[in-house]
């Protein structure tokens, strides 16, 4: 499910299948037997958002496949928060990151809310559910794990063809994932206090990604 005229546009333009497209007016150019003119007020009964949009579309969830990995791929741990997958999407975008490896634990790609944070992002970024322990001992290419304890990722020379792995925004990443980690990165603390838990993982994951990229 995706709301708002941006996001469905996105969709639309991508190879994502729509379905039905529930709108109050005519807004996109598609064959009438998958539009659907629909009240605004029956909209707002099946949106899942507070501030609910003006037209609403049902596209077929694509099979993604995980092809060879040959630049930097991202690979969360546990991640739950929509809000917090769907900016991540975001960011592999925006960084050129085409792969993002999901934890069968992560909150669900197509989760509605996911969807609308990406803003359309979910249509460039290739994102699969595996097991991520399975998936580490696969690859024969280094991994980079976020922890507290880790070296400096601004005085660390990073390799592109890499594996970025981010923990649960709880507990980090989980103790058999640590164990197939090859290197261990952090973002070092700056505040005189030293009192801040950590970062929220999406924000981590724009550094990091900015440092891989950087260097």
């Known amino acids: ?27 996109f150019d598609i064959s009438k037997d998958q539009f659907v003119l629909t009240e605004e007020r029956d ?48 960011l592999c975008d925006w960084f050129g990151v085409k792969n993002l490896v999901c934890s069968t634990d992560t909150v669900d790609c197509f ?26 001992q696969s690859q024969d290419i280094v991994s980079y794990g976020t922890f507290m304890d880790g070296e400096n990722v601004y005085q660390k020379r990073l390799q592109q063809k890499s594996v970025l792995v981010l923990g649960n925004e709880a507990n980090g990443i989980n103790p058999e994932i640590e164990n197939l980690i090859s ?4 973002i070092p603390q700056f505040g005189k206090s030293q009192e801040t838990e950590s970062l929220n993982v999406a924000t981590a994951t724009a550094i990091f990604l900015s440092e891989f990229r950087r260097n």
């Open 43 to 90: 909209l707002k009964k099946i949106s899942f958002l507070k501030t609910p949009q003006t037209a609403l579309g049902l596209f077929k969830i694509p099979q993604q496949n995980l092809g060879v990995l040959e630049d930097l791929t991202v690979a969360l741990d546990g991640v739950r928060d929509p809000g917090n997958l769907g900016t991540i999407i975001r």
């Open 183 to 186: 290197e261990k990165i952090s």
């Open 1 to 27: 499910m995706a709301e708002g005229i941006k996001v469905i546009r996105e969709l639309l333009n991508s190879d994502f299948r729509l379905d039905k497209l529930f709108a109050s007016e005519t807004i």
């Open 111 to 136: 989760n509605p809310k996911v969807i609308q944070s990406t803003m359309g992002s979910i249509t460039r970024v290739n994102v699969v559910y595996k097991n991520l322990s399975e998936f580490l």
